[in-house]
């Protein structure tokens, strides 16, 4: 039997989340409920500083970074996931902009500097 396109892509996500990442991170559950939990602080902090705001690129990055911060409170040292988080952070650093003591300023609309 010749499978359709969202049988194919629904199998492979039931063996990749019902198996190497239940594994690895434990329920799924668990995961989230810490990624909620780290979401929640930044959120707050954020709202703290800012009041009413609105989400922005850099913020999307660092929140991928506290994603793989939950995961490595389940598995400390997990070499994929601290990788993942210093790209996600070498993003966040390239979508802020702002000139340092390290670069020239880049405008957030030109995704080429």
Partial sequence: MIESA??????????TVGGDRRK???APVENHQR?????TV???????????FQLE???VAIMMILVK??????TPGHFDSLVDVAGYAALAWEMEGRASEYR??????????
């Fill in 42 to 52: 930044y959120m707050m902090e954020r709202s703290k500083k800012e009041g009413e």
């Fill in 69 to 74: 911060v939950a995961r490595l409170m389940a």
């Fill in 6 to 15: 969202y049988e194919e892509l629904l199998a492979k996500a039931l063996e």
């Fill in 104 to 113: 020239e300023a880049s405008p957030r609309s030109d995704p080429e500097k």
């Fill in 24 to 26: 690895v991170y434990g």
């Fill in 57 to 59: 690129p850099r913020d």
């Fill in 35 to 39: 990624i909620a939990w780290l979401w």
